[in-house]
């Protein structure tokens, strides 16, 4: 087997496996973790670089897995240059950002949830550069806004903390929803969700009505990732986050997936006037705003995190040039930011961790006590203000180049270079003040502690960075050139322009602007003491997260109103509304339409049985609304109806669904008894007789409304589904029980997501009622006390003798669930109930003590098999969940059929026993805390 023709889905799902372990490693020895971690990183780039020389070829390596082809989507996976450099990017930096964390996080820090956190963020940042399918890249594009989320607010104790990672959450996603709509409308025009189809198809969609539309929400999706005008802001507040995360989330994730994305869709949305009024100005406005609010920021990381900003803006302002030469000088700065950027947030996080400081304004003359750490933030924060012979400076020039060509495109341009030009005067102010204030200009003011140089090994990773800050600034055509062909390549989809990476160009426009930039940057730092006055004066109070918050409390407020309009706290009142508002769009849309209400097709003859069903579930129906306030009554009436409709079922020939509703009617009627417990034995009365009124309208006119609605549907010819399963169940899903055939097989995605549900709700029962204590009462509705004999010795003796019976008759159930009626949910209610039974007959604990299974495991387990059978199927070239079926032949057994949907039945099994037992039993415990307090607190 070719293990590389499966290694790229291996390198996106590795980083997710190895949370698992990082985060149980953690629990025998805190640094395991990172150990852990830096070994998954590790071996996803061995397990890339494979590929990657295939790349360096010039191939482009595609790697698809039928999911749900039916609606174009597929597992798939796509190394080209592109995504070959920001692949590189994600695992080399957080190698290195993995190695710094082990030094940097406290002992008090979790070691395991951290990396857990970081690893799940890296494996969704790999996932968005190499998949080839744009739904799932929008999958992946939400997990890193979610896995975000958790490492902003890794330090759930600060308040700062909370509100970032909030923030922050709330921008990205809800650009990630614009996004989604876009690739949608884009899928829509091309015809398909494949990254490679829609590359090809740059002029259909440029031609396209639905251009700016679709031009318009993918660019807030990467304008809000990226932190481009107006979304900058949340970006700042993020870096409420340990500094290793900022120096990860800042570099080579999460703000670079929205500057991934322009890079993608260059090829296809990119050419045309909206796209460089849209692109470029976000990005100029990004960039001036960035480097200006960067020079006045007295925290370290502020200072750095604006600086980002506006590195991010120049980077989309070459994109919304909109020609070759500015998308290969924007993947050149992509590179070099990812280095300087990361080295001087580790710098930032040693001083931070050595001095206990980050205010600038107390960091002086640290070069005494920190020379190897200033050392590498010098030569760092040269790199960021484009200093020659630092890779910054390259970069940077072929930004200034990219400018003034731009400029030259009509008379309106003139004002590009400019300001650009301005945005390099404030870049070097800003990267001087960095050096200056924290290194040199005096000494130390009231530091918490004595500054002093960190464990060697905490600043290796910054020695590396560094030293490619050099090479790359030195010997550019041996050092990046191979790697920034193939992603300009990448990029381009097409053969890159003529570009030179030389050092000298001669005294050319670009380079004269470089010399402004450093002349006026440092004039600019001169300056700072007023600068600083007028800036504190006039801009100090503008805080774009004032803002932020007026517009969320108004959504807050506004929700809030409608809320307590509508629901206000009684679920009679909103079961109301949903009524009515049903009742009056059924009726709007019969209203609108022509054609009469019933249709000309015969009914069918009513026979006695069918009329005694019909006439005892109104007579029940009936006595019920009248005996609704005692609930025990209540429920045993509850309990006869869905008697009377399992015979229903039986009637119609439908006896997998007669099954079905038996077996749910005895645990869910089991589920109320216990909750009831807990409940007042009686209804109290409707307050007023408005409601009154209102509520038995309401009954009525649905009585009335579903009835017409049958009939008018029933009345009508139809074109059923129901003879295409019929047709297809045995030589298609090869079983005749067409039932459960649709439902392991024809749609076996829905039951997937169906016991996916039931296993996240068991799962929150579970949390819920997990040590909570409920008062219980101690007499029935007339005053008796409840009998001590919980658990009659009669009854314990026939459940135990009943036990192997039911579940033998769950296994049968089971087996022939392919053929005749059954299946794994059916299987699964009836073991269910043989193990309530014996819960409910013989106690909690002791039948726990017999039943040592842990039905999270049973849980986990069942949705592992489920999903195992659909990969499986992927794995040898099938769509997902796709069943096969052969039959054989064995010595005495005779020929029997084998069908792979007896393991997703198995799956479905094991997720009905663990959600259901586990949900009744914490129910079950609950009452017996309540009985017997004393002996839970002994225990």
Known sequence: MNLLAFNLPFVVLLPFIGAIFAAWSARFNRLAAAWVSGFIALSALVTLIPSAYQVFSGQTILQSWDWIPAIGLYFSFRLDGLALLFALLILVIGILVIFYARYYLAAKDSMGRFFAYLLMFMGSMLGIVLSENLIQLVVFWELTSITSFLLISYWQHRKEARQGARMALAITGAGGLALLAGVLLLGNVVGSYQLTDVLASGNLVRNSPLYLPILGLILLGVFTKSAQFPFHFWLPHAMAAPTPVSAYLHSATMVKAGIFLLARFFPILSGTPEWSWLVGGAGMITLIIGAYTAFFKHDLKGLLAYSTISHLGLITLLFGFGTQMAAVAAIFHIINHATFKASLFMVAGIIDHETGSRDMRKLNGLIKYMPHTAFLAIIASAAMAGVPLLNGFLSKEMFFEQAVTASQASHSAWMIPILVTIGGVLSVAYSIRFIHDVFFNGEPINLPKIPHEPPRFMK???????IICLAVGIFPNLTVAPLLEIAVAGTLQSAPPHYSLA??????????????????????????????KFYDQHFRQIDARHFFNIVMNNLFSIANAVTHRFDKGSLQNASAWIVFSALFFTAYGFAIQDTPLFGERPMLPVDAISLMLAIGLMLTSIVLVFIHRQRLLTLIVIGMIGLVLSLTFVKFSAPD??????SIEVVTIILLLLALYFLPQATPKEIGKMRLWRDGILAVLSGVGITLYTLAVLTRDYQTIADYFLANSVTGGGGSNVVNVILVDFRGFDTLGEITVLALAGLGVFAMLQNMKLPAPK???EGRLWSNDSHPLIMQTFTRLLLPLMIMVAIFIFLRGHNLPGGGFIAGLIASVALIVQYLSNGIHLTSEHFKVNMNWAIGLGLLIAVTTGLVAMGIGFPFLTSAFTHLNWPIVGEFEVASAIAFDLGVFLVVVGATVMSLVQLGRLSFASHHPKAKEQK
């Open 460 to 466: 290796i990773p910054v020695d590396l960075l560094v």
């Open 779 to 781: 007499n029935d509705i």
């Open 657 to 662: 669904l007669a099954l079905t509703q038996l």
């Open 503 to 532: 050092i000298w160009h001669g005294l050319t426009p670009a380079l004269i602007m470089s010399l402004i930039a450093l002349t006026g940057g440092i004039l600019f730092y001169f300056l700072r003491h007023r600068l600083f």
